[in-house]
């Protein structure tokens, strides 16, 4: 199956003045579009080439670097775009009780994910998670890293490679992450809080040869 590249829930210049038009036509126009076209190519004749995005990942994860990395990209880049909204949104009781109730106070919780996206070394993602036993945390990740892969739920994230900032802050890092959370998208995070999650990253013999598990955790923190 061939993948394209989603569509932006929102206009190029929507989120000036924290996100350009211009750094948006670089990021998604030409980084995310190449990811795309890159797994394409590479998947052509493979197994992977019936598999979706998730399995995808799986089946590759420290197999096959570079199916894997491309992937995973596009999952991580989709899902961030989904984590931005114009003009931000205001956080939900519910999700601000759940927060306080791991981080003492939002303020908390956000002054510790931008510590952890500013001492991620190079390239990475800064991600919000529930881990495998219902605990919220936060996981800075290297290079494409993805949480699905510790069986985590992905709740929010922040691209930390410069391509995702550096048009805007150069190498001001702090000040682009200060921005992000002047356009997060707590609906989409409010959103992911209440699914339920599929794992389909199992050590089965279905899943190796490209089934995924029926099996299903769901999440409930509300």
Same mark, same amino acid.
């Given at each position: ?40 190519? =590479?998947?052509?004749?493979? &197994? ?6 998730? %399995?995808?990942? #799986?089946?590759?994860?420290?197999? !096959? *670097? ?82 699905? =892969?510790?069986?985590?739920? &992905? ?6 490679? %410069?391509?995702? #900032?550096?048009?805007?802050?150069? !190498? *001001? ?50």
């Amino acid at each position: 199956m061939a993948f394209e590249l989603m569509e932006l829930p929102y206009a190029k210049n929507a989120l000036e003045p924290y996100i350009s038009k211009r750094t948006i036509d670089f990021h998604y126009g030409k980084h995310h579009k190449k990811y795309v076209d890159r797994v394409n190519k =590479l998947i052509k004749g493979t &197994p992977q080439e019936s598999q979706s995005l998730e %399995e995808i990942m #799986y089946s590759t994860y420290k197999k !096959n *670097d570079k199916i894997y990395n491309n992937a995973a990209q596009i999952w991580n880049h989709t899902f961030y775009w989904n984590c931005l909204t114009p003009n931000g949104r205001a956080i939900s009781n519910s999700v601000k009780n759940v927060i306080e109730k791991h981080f003492m106070s939002l303020q908390k919780f956000m002054a510790l994910f931008t510590e952890q996206a500013l001492e991620l070394f190079g390239t990475g993602w800064t991600w919000l998670v529930i881990d495998k036993k219902g605990e919220i945390k936060i996981r800075a990740i290297e290079d494409a890293g993805n949480p699905l =892969l510790e069986r985590e739920v &992905p709740l929010l994230t922040c691209d930390v490679w %410069e391509h995702a #900032y550096y048009l805007d802050y150069q !190498n *001001d890092r702090e000040r682009y992450i200060e921005n992000f959370w002047q356009i997060v998208n707590w609906e989409f995070v409010e959103e992911n809080f209440g699914k339920t999650m599929e794992y389909p990253f199992r050590r089965t013999q279905s899943h190796e040869q490209g089934r995924p598990s029926p099996k299903r955790k769901e999440v409930r923190l509300f």
